[in-house]
């Protein structure tokens, strides 16, 4: 690919429009941009970044070696318009405000042709007033915003602008990048190398595959959850079979009951009228077996009230004996209590007798009447002797054989209320027993109406068709519930089985599933091969390269890149270079740089802004004499003075460019137009002079900058 | 008063009234409930107290002692003391052991209330005095 032209509208340094035709039918790839600082060579660096990606950084910085990329530069910052990109002037004076940049490239692709314009109607004061338009044209089709982008991405993929946007301010950084192989330039090679679009590829498959596994996963789990659900199905389905079965059963035994029930009705209907006694007799005969257990009772509770009788008939005998013997046991005791108390009164009566003194204890002065006194107790003591003797000799019975007799004729007095006892249980027996009699009675009657076999026939018909019909009310009973149970195990059943799962979709996931696995790896293999494969390329070319551009080639065996593409210089002797210098580290990474290239073949111009920076002079001139060649891509340089110049270009016979281009200021040229370059000028005012044949007017104060082509055959 | 001391003596019923003591005892194992009876199996001593209470409450008059032998009624348990303690004046006039009195009245007593029963009376005539 080969960049054919630019034009710059109002950026940087650059006033008005400004065309660089590259186009040319030389095959000579280098190309050059020379120019003093602040020139503008960067600006056309940074035109080009800016036209294909919309964005310009500044430098990055190197901070603890690690790259921090620089911020974004504006087009336009009323705050700091000394890095702003548009034209100084365009943004103070013009109304409407432009700034434009337009690319056209022609390669394998075709005719690429990208316009990048940054516009307001008005004053900008930031990015965020102006309106920025993007139109990219391929061979005739035009494409806007995103679809531009895109466009252009395919002919300059943003995340190689590295390769083919050289800074040489910041190859130091690369350089340091590329001797402690930070993540950042392990991803620019990867990048260069096309592994993330295929390591992407393996990625998208990867979250394919997840995709799968967790469909199969799902698929597993509701597969462990139908079979549960299955197995509880089954479970259901089992009883529900069997439930019907039993109502079957049970529907097939309520037929055959009525039809034994209508048979049993048919028959029962033929003896109508013998039923009448039957039922009679039955009821009768019911009652007798009733009665029999009642008498039976009844009986037996009379002989237990019986076992008194001979003592409650004694008793009447007795009971008289009995009074009188206790009346004369009670005054046997009555007499025994007036005894002890009169015994008790006379010894009380004695003992005053025996200790009555005359003479008194305590005062000890004679007793009046002490004699009086002693006669009274004696009167007392021979009362109380007459009547301890009548009463000691009244009463004939021995009172320990009355209290004996007493005690004999006791076992014989009935318990109380035993003759009432004996007497009820006596009347219900006879009730009862007469009862009895007469339902015999009654049985006997009902005999000679139906016979004994025939009573039994009949009743054993009732009894049939009784039991019958208790079996009918059972077995209904039975259907009902059972129904109930079938409705609720087919509820349940509908519920319990699984929806019906297509198992062919699982097991296609399953071999989706596998196929990408097998990708996945066969992709691995590939990419890690290949990765192989290009830094062993990598290696050897950058080698190559560096051995080319190197002033001591003899020295050196190349440079080598381990797995993290940490790149190292290698003596002569096998052994890495220890403490390279600056400048051959520079020379290295140029080398990795330009060796990547190749290998990734990718076919864009190389911007090597400052390329020249800490190389010496063999380094400067080898590098020229590598890049610029016939065979290689577009190499556009942009040195400034101290780097290289025409004169030293062309004079050291340097490799010769294409095309290159002087940029100057008015004040970098004595009496010439900046216009028309004619030295016919003629000082008209301080710091103006007057073309003579332009008649264009060039003010050497002035700043903007001015493009003069370098013509290599003056 | 007589030094005559009565002993103890045996307690018989005559053979009829042994019968009769037979029909008279119920035996469940044979089912029958509508014919009257008056005591268990084995009470035969409660049976000669019946009799003897009948017998000696209404003063009937004492059975000849038929030929042939005599059914013992055995003692165990007889309070024949208790029955002594009322019987015993009677016994010397009569000179007759207590057993024999109490026999002769229980002889009397049951075969009254076989007749009694017999000729369709009411039993509880009997027991009420």
Redesign the interface.
């Given at each position: 690919m080969r960049l054919t032209y630019l034009v710059l509208s109002d950026i940087g340094p650059f006033r008005g429009r400004h065309i660089f035709d590259f186009s040319s039918k030389d095959a000579r790839s280098g190309y050059a941009f020379f120019a003093k600082n602040g020139r503008g060579k960067t600006t056309i660096y940074n035109a080009m970044k800016w036209a294909l990606f919309g964005k310009v950084r500044r430098k990055s910085k190197l901070v603890d070696e690690q790259v921090v990329e620089g911020s974004l530069r504006p087009v336009v910052d009323e705050d700091d318009y000394d890095h702003m990109m548009m034209n100084y002037d365009a943004w103070k004076d013009d109304v409407p405000q432009s700034m434009s940049v337009l690319f056209i490239a022609e390669g394998e692709f075709g005719k690429l042709q990208v316009e990048r314009t940054a516009s307001c109607n008005s004053m900008a004061r930031k990015d965020k007033h102006l309106q920025f338009s993007l139109t990219v044209s391929l061979n005739g089709t035009s494409y806007q915003g995103q679809a531009a982008e895109e466009e252009i991405a395919k002919v300059f993929p943003i995340e190689l602008e590295r390769f083919f946007f050289i800074d040489g301010e910041e190859v130091e950084a690369y350089t340091t990048m590329m001797k402690s192989s930070t993540q950042g330039i392990i991803d620019d090679i990867k990048s260069i190398l096309r592994l993330p679009s295929l390591t992407r590829g393996i990625e998208d498959l990867r979250a394919i595959k997840r995709t799968y596994d967790d469909a199969i996963e799902a698929g597993a789990k509701k597969q462990l959850l139908d079979t549960k659900k299955e197995d509880k199905a089954r479970t259901l389905n089992g009883q529900l079979n069997m439930v019907r079965k039993q109502i079957q059963e049970t529907e097939e035994e309520i037929q055959r009951l009525q039809q034994r029930q209508s048979s049993f009705q048919e028959q029962i209907k033929g003896v109508a009228e013998l039923k009448t006694y039957a039922d009679e007799k039955l009821k009768v005969d019911s009652q007798i077996e009733m009665l029999?257990n009642t008498?039976?009772t009844s009986?037996?509770t009379f002989?237990g009230d019986?076992?008194n009788?001979?003592?409650?008939?004694?008793w009447?005998?007795?009971e008289p004996?009995y009074n009188a013997l206790a009346e004369e046991n009670d005054g046997q005791q009555n007499k025994r209590f007036a005894l002890d108390r009169l015994k008790k009164d006379r010894k009380k009566v004695q003992e005053t007798i025996d200790e009555f003194r005359s003479v008194c204890d305590k005062c000890h002065q004679p007793v009046l009447k002490a004699e009086l006194f002693l006669k009274e107790r004696q009167v007392e003591k021979d009362e109380l002797d007459k009547e301890i003797k009548s009463l000691e000799g009244s009463g004939k019975t021995n009172p320990q054989q009355l209290r004996?007799?007493l005690t004999?004729?006791e076992?014989?007095q009935p318990n109380h209320g035993s003759?009432e006892r004996?007497?009820r249980s006596?009347d219900f027996?006879?009730s009862q027993?007469k009862l009895?009699?007469n339902l015999k009675e009654k049985q006997r009657n009902l005999s000679d109406h139906v016979s004994e076999d025939s009573a039994k026939d009949i009743n054993e018909l009732a009894q049939k068709s009784a039991r019958t019909d208790q079996a009918l009310i059972k077995n209904e009973n039975t259907l009902r519930d059972l129904r109930f149970k079938e409705d609720e195990f087919e509820t349940k059943y509908k519920t319990a089985r699984p929806k019906d799962s297509d198992s062919d979709a699982i097991d296609i996931v399953y071999d989706l599933r596998d196929t990408i696995q097998r990708f996945i790896v066969a992709i691995e293999g590939t990419v890690k091969s290949y990765s192989d494969k290009a830094t062993e390329e990598v290696q050897k070319e950058a080698s190559k390269v560096f051995l080319q551009l190197s002033n001591a080639p003899a020295a050196f065996s190349g440079i080598r890149l381990n797995k993290q593409f940490k790149a190292s210089i290698y003596g002569s002797n096998g052994r890495p270079v220890v403490g390279a210098s600056s400048g051959m580290e520079v020379i290295m990474t140029l080398s990795i740089i330009d060796a990547l290239r190749t290998v990734s073949g990718l076919d864009a111009p190389v911007f090597f802004d400052t390329p020249a920076r800490s190389l010496d002079k063999d380094h400067k001139n080898g590098m020229l004499n590598y890049f610029w060649r016939d065979d290689r891509s577009q190499f556009l340089i942009f040195a400034h003075s101290g780097e290289f110049t025409v004169d030293e270009i062309i004079n050291e016979d340097l490799a010769v460019f294409n095309k290159a281009w002087e940029l100057m200021w008015p004040e970098d040229l004595e009496m010439t137009c900046i216009h028309c370059w004619s030295k016919d000028v003629e000082h008209v005012s301080k710091h103006k002079n007057r073309c003579n044949e332009c008649e264009n007017i060039t003010n050497s104060h002035s700043r903007q900058t001015a493009v003069k082509e370098v013509n290599l055959h003056e | 008063m007589s030094d005559y001391i009565p002993k103890d003596g045996t307690l018989d019923v005559s053979e009829t009234v042994h019968d009769f003591m037979n029909t008279i005892e119920?035996n469940?194992k044979k089912g029958v409930?509508?014919q009257?009876?008056?005591?268990?199996v084995n009470?035969k001593i409660?049976m000669f107290?019946?009799?003897?209470?009948?017998g000696?409450?209404h003063q009937l008059e004492f059975i000849p002692k038929e030929k042939g032998e005599r059914n013992t009624v055995a003692p165990r348990g007889f309070?024949m003391?208790?029955y002594?303690?009322?019987l015993n004046e009677e016994a010397i006039e009569r000179k007759m052991s207590i057993g024999g009195l109490l026999s002769a009245y229980a002889d009397a007593g049951l075969c009254h209330l076989q007749q009694h029963l017999d000729a369709g009376n009411d039993?509880?005539e009997?027991?009420e005095?």
């Open positions: 029999q008498l039976k009986l037996e002989i019986f076992s009788a001979g003592n409650i008939l004694l009447n005998k007795l004996t004996a007799k004999a004729l076992t014989f003759y004996l007497k006596y027996y006879l027993n009895l009699l | 119920h469940p409930y509508d009257l009876k008056l005591f268990g009470q409660e107290k019946l009799g003897f209470s009948i000696y409450v309070p003391e208790n002594r303690k009322f039993l509880m009997l027991i005095v």
